[in-house]
Nanobody
Framework: QVQLVESGGGLVQAGGSLRLSCAASGRTFSRNAMGWFRQAPGEEREFVAGISWNGGMTYYAASVKGRFTISRDNAKDTVYLQMNSLKPEDTAVYYC?????????????????WGKGTQVTVSS
């Protein structure tokens, strides 16, 4: 069993930055790929960013590429999402997930574990 707890969300003005954190506990974190998803009201959940178990491979959705950076610290069992140049359309609940596979096309399998999410609101 894996528990994921997100933090770092909040209200920010357009052009600002936030850093989300996801602390994992339970099964071996360092051997699992991790990812961030987001869901805005009335929209489908979007795969935003993914990172391999050792951080050597990353994926970004086209909508965030160049603005968001995913990273991980296996010693702290934590994955991060640095979000810069935020836009109002980035407003969503952001979820951390693990126990899934992804590829560079953005295809992914259904994650086994999800966090409860953290709200990010970007005002114009």
């Amino acid at each position: 069993q894996v528990q994921l707890v997100e933090s770092g969300g909040g209200l920010v003005q357009a052009g600002g930055s936030l850093r989300l954190s996801c602390a994992a506990s339970g099964r071996t974190f360092s051997r699992n790929a991790m990812g961030w998803f987001r869901q805005a009201p009335g929209e489908e959940r979007e795969f935003v960013a993914g990172i391999s178990w050792n951080g050597g491979m990353t994926y970004y959705a086209a909508s965030v590429k160049g603005r968001f950076t995913i990273s991980r610290d296996n010693a702290k069992d934590t994955v991060y999402l640095q979000m810069n140049s935020l836009k109002p359309e980035d407003t969503a609940v952001y979820y951390c997930a693990t126990g899934f596979r992804w590829d560079y096309s953005g295809s992914y399998s259904s994650p086994d574990y999800w966090g409860k999410g953290t709200q990010v609101t970007v005002s114009s």
